[in-house]
């Protein structure tokens, strides 16, 4: 069985400070993974993906990935964050054709 | 390109009432995704078509629900009769191939069940 678990709910943080948004994950073969984020109102938008080599994955805004096999990790950080990173971030696994999300981070950013 | 474009965006209706969501997707995807999103559950798979064939609805709850893809520009989500659990968002996504990575997502249509 796939499952993705995201931990935190909520994150607040302040302005220009970095942040770790954790995503946990469960499956018996090898997986695809994605951070997605949410604008109030819109649809996901991709953030960055993980699907082979470099374990470290640089997306949009600043965000980057780091995935983790022996702790079936792949967390989101920004080592800097601006009220425009306010949003709901979702962490996602891709195999056999379907996308598994988690339940979704809500960023914060207070000024 | 537009984007993958959903109607109508809002939609307030009372329980019984036919309710009827449309979905264009991006030109030349061959993928199609229907997601509801609730507070409570979170983003659920309900079904997903590949070049217009069905190919998972085990994410649909019941037999109220159904979608049907005629053509590859455009998908239609059908609640009947509807009632006030089914209020949610549901959003549309697109893909060229799930297997690159990415879902495009619409906008998507905020059900209200009153």
């Known amino acids: 069985a796939q499952s993705v678990t995201q931990l935190d709910s909520q994150v607040p943080v302040f302005e220009e400070a970095p942040v770790e948004l954790r995503c946990n994950y469960s499956?018996?073969?090898?997986?695809?993974l994605f951070w997605y984020v949410q604008y109030p109102n819109q649809g996901l938008q991709l953030l960055l993906k993980?699907?082979?080599?470099?374990?470290l994955v640089k997306g949009i805004n600043g965000f980057e990935a780091e995935f983790n096999k022996s702790q079936t990790s792949f967390h989101l950080r920004k080592p800097s964050v601006h009220i425009s990173d306010t949003a709901e971030y979702f962490c996602?696994?891709?195999?056999?054709?379907?996308?598994?999300f988690g339940s979704g981070t809500k960023l914060n950013v207070k000024p | 390109d537009a984007g993958v474009i959903q109607s109508p965006r809002h939609e307030v209706t009372e329980m019984g009432q036919e309710v009827t969501l449309r979905c264009k997707p991006i030109s030349g995807h061959d993928y199609l995704f229907w997601y509801r999103q609730t507070m409570m559950r979170g983003l659920e798979l309900l079904i997903y078509f590949n070049n217009n064939v069905p190919i998972d609805d085990s994410g649909m709850p019941e037999d109220r629900f159904s979608a049907k893809m005629p053509n590859a520009s455009f998908s239609t989500l059908k609640i009947q009769p509807s009632e006030p659990r089914d209020s949610a968002v549901y959003f549309c996504?697109?893909?060229?191939?799930?297997?690159?990575?990415?879902?495009?997502f619409g906008e998507g249509s905020r059900l209200t069940v009153l």
């Open positions: 993980y699907l082979s080599g470099s374990t």
């Open positions: 996602a696994l891709y195999n056999f054709n379907k996308f598994y």
């Open positions: 996504a697109s893909s060229p191939g799930p297997r690159l990575g990415e879902l495009f």
């Open positions: 499956s018996s073969v090898s997986v695809y």
